[in-house]
C-alpha cells in the first residue's frame, strides 16, 4: 500500500467497494498496531477517510438501485417499484 503522491489519493474513486474496504481494513490494522511513524499515521489516516467516503458513496449508490418486486393477488411477480426509504 503506497500513499506517497496526492494522485493515490485521487485513486480511490477507481476502486471496487471491495478494493477499498481491504484497503481501509489494512489501514486500521496499522494504526492500532501503534507501530507506524506520525507523519505515516496522518497520511494514512487521511487515505482512510477518502476509502471510507468512497465505500458510503457505493453503499449509496446500491440503495438506491435496489427494488422490491411487487405481487400480484396470485402471488406472482408483477412489476418492481423503488426501496422504501425510512
Do not use: W
Amino acid at each position: 500500500m503506497t500513499m506517497d503522491t496526492a494522485t493515490d489519493r485521487n485513486d480511490v474513486g477507481a476502486l471496487s467497494f471491495e478494493q477499498a474496504v481491504s484497503e481501509l481494513e489494512s489501514i486500521v490494522a496499522s494504526l492500532e498496531r501503534g507501530d507506524v511513524p506520525l507523519d505515516k499515521s496522518i497520511e494514512i489516516y487521511e487515505r482512510g477517510e477518502a476509502l471510507k467516503k468512497h465505500c458510503e458513496a457505493l453503499l449509496n449508490a446500491a440503495e438506491t438501485r435496489i427494488e422490491k418486486i411487487r405481487v400480484d393477488r396470485n402471488g406472482k411477480p408483477a412489476g418492481t417499484e423503488p426501496l422504501d426509504r425510512e
